[in-house]
Nanobody, 116 residues
Framework: VQLVESGGGLVQPGGSLRLSCAASGFTFSNYAMSWYRQGPGKERERVAS?????????YYVDAVKGRFTISRDDAKNTVYLQMNSLKSEDTGMYYCNAAQPDRSWWGQGTQVTVSS
């Protein structure tokens, strides 16, 4: 199983980034996918989730509602996180997660830094 995140970087406040997570080694469409983040000195928190293709429901933490959008492309085994109107408090390492009730896998993370 592999989850490989990409798309992080340094961006100014108000800017945008799109994170990608390419998955392999499991049946991607059967798994709920999530993005988590861990800021400096903070605990890891769930930012957004999207259900498996059959479910398709989404979740966003209040802090990112209206600014972030999670989506998935099952043909490409990839989940995305479109991040707009970025704020300094969005800074952190962003991790991709694939989950079913009895198992969970993590990527290595991609760094997002929002600073002027």
């Amino acid at each position: 199983v592999q989850l490989v995140e990409s798309g992080g970087g340094l961006v100014q406040p108000g800017g945008s980034l799109r994170l990608s997570c390419a998955a392999s080694g499991f049946t991607f469409s059967n798994y709920a996918m999530s993005w988590y983040r861990q800021g400096p000195g903070k605990e890891r928190e769930r930012v957004a989730s999207i259900g498996s293709t059959a479910g398709g429901s989404t979740y966003y933490v209040d802090a990112v509602k209206g600014r972030f959008t999670i989506s998935r492309d099952d043909a490409k085994n990839t989940v995305y996180l479109q991040m707009n109107s970025l704020k300094s408090e969005d800074t952190g390492m962003y991790y991709c997660n694939a989950a079913q009730p009895d198992r969970s896998w993590w990527g290595q993370g991609t760094q997002v830094t929002v600073s002027s």
